[in-house]
């Protein structure tokens, strides 16, 4: 009956010690882990401005998070991520991104021109890892 009852005290201890080990702390992360670390800077910089809140996978916006995660693209492998390049090149050879409806509400969304073309260069670009 003794080593009955130092089974839960065995299981609390057990349970203590793997609470102990050191797991990675979230705010040691970057602000949005999936967008570093090798998606350029300049990218990044555009990405976080003027893309991030529409596609993300915390985003109320279904369509936008369903069409482009960029939270999951930098965990996709190589040819997913050429694969999505490619789209985001086409939708914004077109005109397509930001939609209107969206600079209606915030024209301050819009993409300048160089913006528009540093993203283009990046999109378009079949360099390994996407540099």
């Known amino acids: 009956m003794k080593k009955l009852s130092l089974l839960p005290v065995a ?5 203590l010690f793997f609470q102990g080990t050191t797991k990675p702390e979230v705010e040691n992360y970057p602000v ?3 967008l570093a670390p090798d998606m350029p800077a300049n990218i990044k910089a555009i990405v976080d ?3 991030y809140g529409c596609h993300n996978a915390e985003s109320k916006n279904e ?10 693209f930098e965990a ?14 086409e939708v914004l050879e077109k ?8 600079l209606e509400m915030k024209p301050e969304g819009k993409l300048s021109e160089a ?7 990046w999109s378009a670009s079949k360099k390994k890892g996407g540099n």
């Not at 005109?95 to 969206?102: E, T």
């Not at 913006?115 to 260069?121: G, R, V």
Request: with cysteine.
């Open 32 to 34: 949005h882990p999936a």
């Open 76 to 89: 996709a492998k190589k040819s997913k991520q050429m694969a999505t390049k490619g789209k985001i090149a």
């Open 11 to 15: 299981a609390v201890v057990g349970l």
């Open 49 to 51: 401005q003027k893309c």
């Open 63 to 72: 369509k936008g998070k369903a069409k482009l995660d960029w939270d999951a």
């Open 115 to 121: 913006e528009l073309a540093t993203l283009l260069d």
């Open 95 to 102: 005109g397509d991104m930001p939609p209107a409806k969206f």
